[in-house]
């Protein structure tokens, strides 16, 4: 017979919750109970998982004995305050938002990346900023070829990065322009339909903005390389799913496009969409859905010696969010790693 395994979903009634619960359905994680939480807002009410439904309970700090994963997308004030009383109980935390990412106790992982930084975690595991997962599915090959040294990218992101009130900011702003009625903006300081905002997350004191920042340090954190130097743009696009990325990397050692598109088509995790006498790209709106990172517009940046550009898309929902966390689960499972060896590391 085979070992009990319960799975906790936090933040179950959001946008990367409902995509949690999905995920795992979808790819069978074997889980013998699924369980799912949010606030005391919604406990009672019901949410999808595969042809059944989930009861949603209230979070409380006591509810992690007896559960071994529990995935988190409730914000970062949730994870902070809960996810090191779930390590304390033995429950392994995957965390979704930016609390844990640069903490030294905590390993960052993309699975096709830096899985062996799983080894010797302790408790509470962290899953990057979804414009940080694709743009390194996409850089691994390279940087394991021929080196990286610096990174420019400007990023293209969906509302559904917002979770459930942007998608719905979107709706209502587009719905209001069409019947000539002024666009309220209660989600972003601006509106965003028919509009782009050079804006995600707050300003920091150096004027980069906090998700610009996330893709610098995450960057060096899971490359586990200080060298490589990442400066980005983040912008808000009026699109609901799919973050695209337009990524310019200078390489240590020159890399032709050619060899590029060879190397990434056999790279895991990624599919190369590039042919540019047929107009073949990725673009958000056609592979929303899709578990892959796709990249297209691959060229030698001409202005250096060794350089590329190219054009990365994902759906920011799954494998910027969802799929990554429970690639994690799995990552974990496959090695063995679903315990906690020092309960106390995150109790003050
Ligand atoms: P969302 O649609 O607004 O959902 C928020 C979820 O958090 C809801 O289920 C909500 O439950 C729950 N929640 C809020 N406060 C809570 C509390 N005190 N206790 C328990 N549950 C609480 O947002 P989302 O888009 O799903 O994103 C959720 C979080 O995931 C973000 O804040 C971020 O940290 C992370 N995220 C990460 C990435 C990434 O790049 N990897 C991308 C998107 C989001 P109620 O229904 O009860 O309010
Ligand atoms: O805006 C996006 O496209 C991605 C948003 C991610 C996000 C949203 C709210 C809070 C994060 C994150 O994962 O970095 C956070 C957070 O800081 O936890």
């Known amino acids: 017979m085979s070992k009990k395994l319960t799975v906790a979903v936090v933040g179950a009634t959001g946008a990367v919750g409902r995509e949690m619960l999905k995920t795992l359905h979808d790819r069978q994680f074997p889980a013998t109970a699924v369980r799912a939480f949010a606030s005391a807002r919604s406990a009672g009410s019901k949410v999808p998982f595969g042809e059944t439904e989930l009861t949603v309970q209230e979070l409380r700090e006591d509810v992690f004995e007896g559960i071994d994963i529990a995935i988190f997308s409730a914000g970062g004030g949730t994870s902070e305050t809960f996810a090191p009383h779930a390590a304390h109980a033995g429950c392994v935390v995957v965390d979704n938002s930016s609390q844990w990412r640069m903490d030294d106790r905590c390993p960052l992982v993309v699975p096709e990346v830096n899985p062996d930084a799983l080894a010797g975690h302790n408790g509470i595991i962290a899953n990057p900023n979804c414009s940080t997962i694709q743009m390194l599915v996409a850089l691994k090959p390279i940087y394991d070829a021929v080196g990286i040294r610096r990174v420019v990218v400007s990023t293209y ?3 559904s990065g917002t979770g459930q009130k942007g998608l719905e900011e979107l709706e ?3 719905r ?6 002024e666009p309220e903006c209660k989600v972003y300081p601006y509106r965003i339909a028919f509009n782009v905002l050079p804006h995600i997350d707050v300003f920091l004191d150096n004027d980069y903005t906090k998700e610009e920042m996330k893709m610098t340090n995450e960057t060096v954190k ?5 060298s490589v130097k990442v400066t980005a743009t983040c912008v808000r696009v ?6 695209a990325e337009s990524v310019n990397v200078e390489t240590v050692k020159k890399m032709t496009a050619k060899e590029c598109r060879i190397l990434l088509s056999q790279a895991p995790g990624v599919k190369v969409f590039d042919n540019p006498r047929e107009k073949l790209y990725p673009m958000p709106a056609y592979i929303a859905g899709d578990d892959e990172t796709y990249v297209g ?3 030698e940046d001409e202005s ?7 054009w ?3 759906d920011n929902v799954r494998k910027g969010a969802a799929l990554n966390a429970v690639q994690i689960a799995e990552e974990l499972l496959r090695r063995d790693l679903v315990r906690v060896k020092d309960r106390n590391v995150f109790m003050a």
Not at 176 to 181: A, I, M, V
Not at 304 to 310: H, R, S
């Open 304 to 310: 250096i010696e060794n350089g590329l550009n190219m």
């Open 238 to 243: 009026p699109v609901f799913f799919g973050h």
């Open 312 to 314: 990365v898309v994902a």
């Open 172 to 174: 209502r702003q587009t």
């Open 297 to 299: 517009r691959i060229r």
């Open 157 to 159: 992101q969906a509302v």
């Open 222 to 226: 899971i490359f586990n390389d200080p």
């Open 176 to 181: 209001d322009l069409f019947n000539l009625r």
